[in-house]
Nanobody, 122 residues
Framework: QVQLVESGGGLVQAGGSLRLSCEASGRTFNTNAVGWFRQAPGKEREFVGGINWYGGSTLYTDSVKGRFTISKDNAKNTVYLQMNFLPAADAAVYYC???????????????WGQGTQVTVSS
């Protein structure tokens, strides 16, 4: 099993920035990708972006392209989500997830963290 712990959420003013972290532990050797998802109240969980664990290629949903950047530190087993120019629409609980041996940044994702809250004030 892979354990994922998100951190870095909090309150930010509209237009501000946050960096989220996702630290993986456990049996991570067959993790091919880590993705970020978010879910706002009353909305479905949506894919934000992801990164291949070894190759480093990334994929983003259109609404965050140019504002969000996903990076990783393999030595720390950590993936980061840098979020810039945050509008209220970006407020949500953000989750990271790991795709296993058959997965890519497009999924399927098997292991999930508990989430971290991002609140954007007007």
């Amino acid at each position: 099993q892979v354990q994922l712990v998100e951190s870095g959420g909090g309150l930010v003013q509209a237009g501000g920035s946050l960096r989220l972290s996702c630290e993986a532990s456990g049996r991570t050797f067959n993790t091919n990708a880590v993705g970020w998802f978010r879910q706002a109240p009353g909305k479905e969980r949506e894919f934000v972006g992801g990164i291949n664990w070894y190759g480093g290629s990334t994929l983003y949903t259109d609404s965050v392209k140019g504002r969000f950047t996903i990076s990783k530190d393999n030595a720390k087993n950590t993936v980061y989500l840098q979020m810039n120019f945050l509008p209220a629409a970006d407020a949500a609980v953000y989750y990271c997830a790991a795709a296993g041996a058959i997965g890519t940044v497009r999924g399927p994702y098997q292991h999930w963290g508990q989430g971290t809250q991002v609140t954007v004030s007007s």
